[in-house]
């Protein structure tokens, strides 16, 4: 990992804090293969504990795994103590040794899991986490934000072309996926497609196993993809139509059937489809062929307007939002998952609706 002199410098400036701590970085011209990247002794009381420190680039589950993994190697204690002992001169006795996790950032996730194996970690962002029982020491601090690039990383999965990779696994639960087979399926370059697996996998969003990768934290990951998704990525063509909604979606289907437009309805259009919940006065739709929404407006007589729209015409950001669509009584409309995304987006009811959707139909698919 990069940023070593900055995560030695945080560690520091957290301990020189602490009255009556003296901290040292232990320096060695050559360092063996087993000894964490960062070693410091910690005094307090008369009492030395070592403090050794795993860097890693990245601060996902996986990552921060590897990291516990190695630290807790017997060979790494012991060549951590070896050095101690040699830098303080103090051979015959006892030393602790406390294992620290570095990353540019640290999620809530990773830091639960090195707290559950008695570890301690730091991020650059500022928040940390160390609980020296042989010291007594307990420091935490919490509540940074993540650094931009980090973010970037993350949203990176959420991406137009990368979610297609997700919808195709979202909309098939329980198979597991060869690369080939999945790039075919979403419509996406194999290369993708495996930045896409490995990300999932830094995350544990996902599992590999002989036959493929498959979703393993199917719920999270839609939440988290809702969370970094808005409806409003699309855009919006709003209309009043004469009649109420269901009338509105009957002619709009009925014409796009007939004229052999592709189209998917969605939010509570769609809802009311795959999972009728409340009722609904303004019904949305996707249409692929975007040349067509004037033609279709005209001839079913809706009038654009800037406000008191009760149907709304969606040119996608992505046609992967295609991807699944259903016919239901001879109407279109697209995935459980898509519905979801668009309901969570709409915000007040479209939340209320999207986790209705997720108990009723979507978690019992998974």
Do not use: H
Not at 54 to 67: F, H, I, N, Q
Not at 241 to 247: I, N, P, S, T, V
Not at 268 to 290: C, D, M, T
Request: proline share 2%; glycine share 8%; net charge neutral.
């Amino acid at each position: 990992m990069e940023n070593l002199i900055e995560i030695q410098e945080l560690i520091e400036n957290v301990f020189r804090n602490v009255p009556g701590i003296t901290i040292g970085r232990i320096e060695m011209d050559e360092y063996p293969s087993s000894v964490p990247d960062l070693l410091f002794s910690v005094t307090w009381g008369g009492r030395t504990t070592m403090i050794g420190v795993e860097c890693k680039a990245l601060g996902e589950p996986r990552y921060v795994r590897s990291a516990i993994q190695q630290l807790k190697e017997p060979k790494t204690i012991q060549s951590a103590i070896q050095q101690l002992k040699k830098f303080i001169g103090q051979a015959g006795q006892d030393i602790y040794v406390y294992g620290v996790v570095a990353a540019p950032y640290i999620s809530g996730e990773s830091s639960s899991i090195c707290k559950e194996n008695g570890i301690g970690y730091i991020d650059l962002a500022g928040n940390c986490f160390f609980n020296i029982n042989n010291l007594g020491l307990y420091v935490e601090k919490q509540g940074f934000e993540n650094k931009k690039a980090e973010r970037r990383l993350l949203r990176s999965i959420f991406s137009a072309k990368a979610s297609r990779v997700l919808r195709v696994m979202l909309s098939n639960p329980k198979k597991s996926w060869k690369m080939q087979e999945l790039s075919n399926e979403a419509g996406a370059s194999l290369g993708l497609v495996f930045k896409v697996k490995e990300r999932l996998l830094d995350l544990e969003y996902a599992k590999e196993e002989k036959r493929g990768v498959f979703i393993s934290q199917s719920e999270e990951l839609l939440e988290k993809w809702a969370e970094n998704y808005s409806f409003r990525r699309n855009k919006l063509n709003d209309y009043f139509g004469m009649g109420d909604a269901k009338e509105i979606e009957k002619k709009f289907s009925d014409y796009c059937n007939e004229k052999q437009v592709s189209y998917g309805f969605t939010l509570f259009s769609g809802l009311a489809l795959v999972a009728p919940y409340a009722r609904y006065s303004r019904g949305f739709v996707y249409i692929k062929e975007k040349e067509k929404i004037q033609e279709i407006a005209e001839t079913l007589g809706f009038k654009k307007v800037d406000s008191g729209a009760n149907f709304t015409i969606l040119e996608p950001y992505d046609e992967g939002v295609f991807y699944g669509t259903k016919d239901i009584n001879g109407i279109k409309v697209v995935t459980n998952v898509q519905i979801y995304l668009d309901l969570v987006g709409y915000k007040g009811r479209g939340e209320e609706s999207a986790k209705f959707l997720l108990e009723q139909r979507i978690k019992t698919e998974w």
